[in-house]
């Protein structure tokens, strides 16, 4: 026996195909976000096919979420990763400020050239 309803791709297409007067429509900076947004919705392809449900836009909407949900994550954890390393650089900078901020230099001058014996 077949499919009593189309596939999920196939559903994919058409709703793609549905909306392309309002790609059509977008400013050309936009088209490429509309774009990525069926290109998310096909990342999940296999999953949305397995449930095989009669609604492909509940399927393709819940595909957009999960992408995004992924996309979050992955930003959270570079977001902590940047974090950790700017305060482990903040951790290890007091001694490299001390140096950059010593009034003299080697030969006993301060910054601005001038003598600080006083």
């Known amino acids: 026996m077949g499919r009593t309803n189309p596939t999920y791709r196939d559903a994919l297409r058409g709703l793609e195909s549905e909306w392309k007067p309002m790609r059509r429509a977008l400013r050309r900076e936009y088209q490429a976000d509309f774009d990525r947004l069926f290109d998310r ?3 999940f392809a296999d999953a949305a096919g397995y449930a095989n449900p009669t609604d492909p836009e509940r399927a ?3 595909s957009l979420a999960l992408a995004h949900e992924v996309e979050l ?3 959270r954890a570079e977001l902590e990763e940047l ?3 700017e305060q482990r650089d903040d ?3 007091p001694e490299a400020r001390d140096d ?3 009034p003299e230099g080697r030969d006993g001058r301060t910054a ?3 003598d600080d014996s006083e």
């Open 100 to 102: 950059r901020t010593a």
């Open 91 to 93: 951790r290890a900078a």
């Open 73 to 75: 994550r992955r930003l």
């Open 83 to 85: 974090e950790e390393r």
């Open 41 to 43: 919705g096909r990342t």
């Open 112 to 114: 601005d050239g001038g």
């Open 60 to 62: 393709l909407l819940l």
